[in-house]
Structure formats: structure tokens, C-alpha cells
């Protein structure tokens, strides 16, 4: 047996619907396997809190072996793990196919689903990932004044913090009434000049996201004017639901079925009849590019759309390739600090936001691939706020000390996240945006 693995990580399906999926017996038996190893080798100690959480059990338990740690803080090392699959796609020597076979993360998910199905999560967390939903009925007209009104209001603030259990300071995004879908219907859109290079057809179906859609529209908009005006045709699905990540990460797996269901269909209709599809969260890409695809690995439909979405970013670079990108810029960027989402760079299609913008005169993009420590609901707990601040931390230090022009991450809340760290947040722009800006459009 050889230390390590040369080869590129593979990935098991998740075989979420076997009969020793919620043996939690079978379950605590795998723990102790993956736990000893990582024990013994700690490379993953500064990336989430699951890890430094397990190795302090560890080093203060009465044998300072995992044989003396209570099992019950098991579940405490599983909570703190968001999935970000930073363990396995950058740090672990043992992921298949080394034979000892670790998945850190899809374990985790195991015993999310077996907690999930226990009914052993809490109500607040079965609110917050329920994305959509929330979207739907805050973006209604007098409604969305009253909730993004009750967002910003200390008092009420602190009754959620205190009451439902999400963090006074946490930043919770404003809804908007005219959504990204609406403000798309209501344009004219040319599909005009349109050619097809390489991977790409010159066509982009937008899958919004419910952050897209109902939090910041401005991202999708942005993007609609970035792809046409370099002559890429757009329109959206007749019918989106949430991508299913966050009900992926609270372990509700049957929920992540029921939205798969609804929006695979949509999305392949439109890949038969030519359109690529885009998604402006790079969570969201991911969910189609790898989650789904391993939890349903003879679903030709969700292979189809795994093959078919792309991030914008590695979109833009597929059409520069073939010289279809529009490089004539009116405007320049400076410095940029630029933070990789976790979610992006496990995709490994390498840095294509740093390569798109330094095309941009006078522009250079510092690169700060380091988690936020935001994902999406966790930041958002107040159990687990504090942790994700200290998380954020050294990329706050990086930000502080390039003093750049503009901060930017492809993952708006991971921006915020991060941005609330900083004296003057009010230069943080995403990198579509920035594009744009660029543009001159």
C-alpha cells in the first residue's frame, strides 16, 4: 500500500436509496473509520470547524485515541460540515481511488439524511432552505417592505436571534418584487448573430436560482446584458424551482428528488432544442454538475443537463477561445481582490473569472482561494455565526492588506459574508457586474 494517491479523484454515486444507507449502526461504523484516519493525519485542520472540532475531542479525551470520545459529538463534527468539498477535492490523500476510500463529505451528507430522517433537525433549519418558498411569498408587493424592513430592525433582529435562532448579526439579503424573471419578460431580447464554438451554441438558458431571482436580480440582469452584447442569444426555463443545495446540505434527500423532478424536465427540453444553460450561483452550477449526478447515476436527463451547464465565467472563455468574445472595453478595474468560492473551485475548470477580467486593461485580479466560511444557511445560525466570522477571517486580513479597488466573489453571500468584515463595504461588486462595468453597457 502506497501513501497517498497520484491519480485525480474519483467519486462514488451516493447510494442514498440502499438498504444500509440510514443503518445508523452501519452508519457510527464508518464514522469511527473515516474519523481514526483523519485523526491520524490532520491536513485538514484549517479549513471548516468539523475538523479542529474532532481533533480537540480527540486530544482532550482520556486517551487522546478516538476510542474515548463520546459518540454524541459525532453529530456536533457533522453539523459543522457545509459541503464545501474542499476536503476532498484539495487536502485528502486517501479519496478513491486509494484504497481506503475516503469521502469526507458525502459521509457527512450520509449522516445529515440519517439525522434528517430521525426528525432531528430543527424547524429553523427546515425554514431556511426552503429557498424558494421563502422567495415566492417575500417578494409579493407590500409584503417584501415589511420583510426587508424587519431585516434591517435591531429589535426584531434580535427577536430572531433569540426566538428562531438566526443571528442578529448575520446578513440577510433584501427581496425584490420585480424578480429577474419578471424584469427578463419585460424586455425585448435580439437573438441575432448568433454562432455556435466548440462546446457552446450561442444560446444560454438561465437557470436564475432563487438567490438570482428574488435576492439579486441585478446579478441576473447584468449577465443577460453581459451574454448579449457578445451576440449570445438568452431566455429562462418556463419553470424553475430551487437547485436543491439546501436541502442537500440539511440531508432532506427526498426533497432534493422532488426538486430535481421538477426541474430537469424544463432544463432538457430546452438543451433538445439548442440552448446551453447557465446559472449565475456557483452552488447552483455544481448542484446539476456533480450532486445530482452522483445521487442519480442512470438518469440520463440529469447526465444531459450535468453536460450541458456551465458557469458564466467558463462560459465567456469557451467563446474567447474561438475568438467570439467581445474584448473592446470602455472602462478599466484597477486591483481587484477576488475571492474563489469553494463551490467553484471543486468544478476545477480552473480560475476563468481571473482570466475573463485580466483581459480588461489596466486590470489585475489577486486570487484569494480561501472558504468564506458564509454557505448559504450557515452563517446565518447563531450557534455557528461566530465560527463562520473566523472562518472569513484571513480572507478579510488579504482583503484589508491589498487595499485593491473593488472585492469581488462569484458567491454574492460569501461576498456579503466577507464584506461585513471590512470598514467600507460599499466597494464590493460581483464579477458580472464588473464586466459590465467594463463594457461600458
Known amino acids: 500500500m502506497r501513501e497517498g494517491s497520484l491519480e485525480a479523484p474519483t467519486r462514488h454515486p451516493i447510494d442514498w436509496k440502499g438498504a444500509s444507507f440510514y443503518d445508523e449502526a452501519n452508519l457510527f461504523n464508518e464514522l ?91 424547524q429553523r433549519d427546515k425554514l431556511i432552505t426552503s429557498t424558494d418558498r421563502i422567495g415566492k411569498l417575500a417578494s409579493i408587493p407590500i409584503v417584501v417592505n415589511v420583510v426587508n424592513a424587519a431585516n434591517q430592525n435591531k429589535t426584531i433582529r434580535r427577536v430572531l436571534d433569540s426566538q428562531l435562532g438566526i443571528h442578529n448579526e448575520a446578513v440577510i439579503p433584501a427581496y425584490h418584487t420585480e424578480t429577474a424573471r419578471k424584469k427578463f419578460a419585460q424586455q425585448k431580447h435580439d437573438a441575432s448573430g448568433v454562432q455556435a464554438c466548440g462546446e457552446t451554441t450561442g444560446k444560454v438558458a438561465i437557470f436564475t436560482t432563487c438567490y438570482g431571482n428574488y435576492n439579486r ?54 438543451i433538445d432544442e439548442g440552448w446551453d444553460v447557465i446559472a449565475p450561483v456557483p452552488s447552483c452550477v455544481l448542484m446539476f454538475k456533480q450532486e445530482l449526478p452522483l445521487m442519480f447515476p442512470d438518469d440520463e436527463d440529469v447526465a444531459k443537463v450535468r453536460d450541458a451547464i456551465f458557469d458564466p465565467f467558463e462560459y465567456l472563455m469557451l467563446r474567447h477561445k474561438s475568438n467570439l468574445l467581445k474584448t473592446e472595453f470602455k472602462g478599466e478595474l484597477g486591483q481587484v481582490s477576488y475571492q474563489v468560492a469553494c463551490h467553484l473551485r471543486v468544478q476545477n475548470i480552473g480560475l476563468k473569472t481571473k482570466e475573463v477580467l485580466e483581459l480588461i486593461p489596466n486590470t489585475s485580479v489577486n486570487a484569494i482561494e480561501r472558504c468564506s466560511g458564509h454557505d448559504g444557511t450557515y452563517a446565518l445560525k447563531s450557534e455557528f455565526h461566530d465560527i463562520a466570522k473566523k472562518i472569513a ?18 458567491c454574492p453571500m460569501a461576498a456579503d ?4 468584515g471590512l470598514e467600507d463595504e460599499s466597494n464590493v461588486k460581483s464579477p458580472i457586474s464588473l464586466l459590465k462595468q467594463a463594457y461600458g453597457i
Request: charged fraction near 30%.
Open 393 to 410: 477571517k484571513p480572507v478579510v486580513n488579504r482583503v484589508k492588506k491589498a487595499e485593491a479597488d473593488v472585492f469581488s466573489s462569484d
Open 217 to 270: 436580480p441585478d446579478l441576473v440582469n447584468d449577465l443577460v446584458d453581459v451574454l448579449e452584447h457578445n451576440n449570445v442569444a438568452v431566455t429562462m426555463a418556463s419553470k424553475e424551482n430551487c437547485c436543491g443545495m439546501p436541502k442537500l446540505e440539511l440531508g432532506d434527500l427526498k426533497e432534493v428528488e422532488r426538486l430535481k423532478n421538477n426541474n430537469i424536465p424544463q432544463l432538457v427540453k430546452l
Open 417 to 420: 459574508h466577507i464584506a461585513s
Open 32 to 122: 469511527d473509520r473515516v474519523f481514526d484516519i483523519c485523526h491520524g493525519c490532520r491536513r485538514c485542520f484549517n479549513l471548516c470547524n468539523a475538523f479542529p472540532l474532532l481533533f480537540d475531542v480527540i486530544d482532550e479525551s482520556e486517551t487522546m485515541e478516538l476510542d474515548s470520545v463520546d459518540k454524541k459529538v459525532y453529530w456536533d463534527v457533522v453539523d459543522n460540515c457545509y459541503l464545501c468539498d474542499m476536503c476532498f477535492m484539495s487536502k485528502c490523500p486517501y479519496v478513491p481511488p486509494h484504497e481506503w476510500d475516503l469521502d469526507f463529505p458525502h459521509l457527512m451528507l450520509r449522516a445529515k439524511a440519517v439525522k434528517f430522517e430521525k426528525n432531528e433537525v430543527k
